[in-house]
């Protein structure tokens, strides 16, 4: 994958559980992923993400796991 930014269309799939997004070259992921509720397992490890989107991806995701 060479995604550099998080596809912000994504996030409108309410419904998903489970997404890997891991071996890409992402800085830094939308506020639009608050909106993925059910997601439950979200992989984006080997991406670039800033110590600030991993927190934030913490704050916006609390219930999910989170491979960062």
């Known amino acids: ?3 550099k930014e998080f596809p ?3 996030c409108k ?4 559980e489970k997404l890997y997004m891991n071996q890409n070259s992402m800085q830094k992921l939308p506020e639009e992923i608050q909106e ?3 997601i ?3 992989y984006l490890f080997d991406n670039n993400l800033t110590d600030e989107g991993k ?3 913490k704050k916006w995701l609390p219930g ?3 491979q960062l």
């Not at 799939?13 to 998903?16: D, V």
């Open 13 to 16: 799939f309410s419904n998903l």
């Open 1 to 3: 994958n060479r995604f």
């Open 36 to 38: 993925m509720k059910a």
């Open 55 to 57: 927190e934030n991806l």
């Open 8 to 10: 912000v269309v994504i």
């Open 64 to 66: 999910s796991k989170l």
């Open 40 to 42: 439950k397992f979200l």
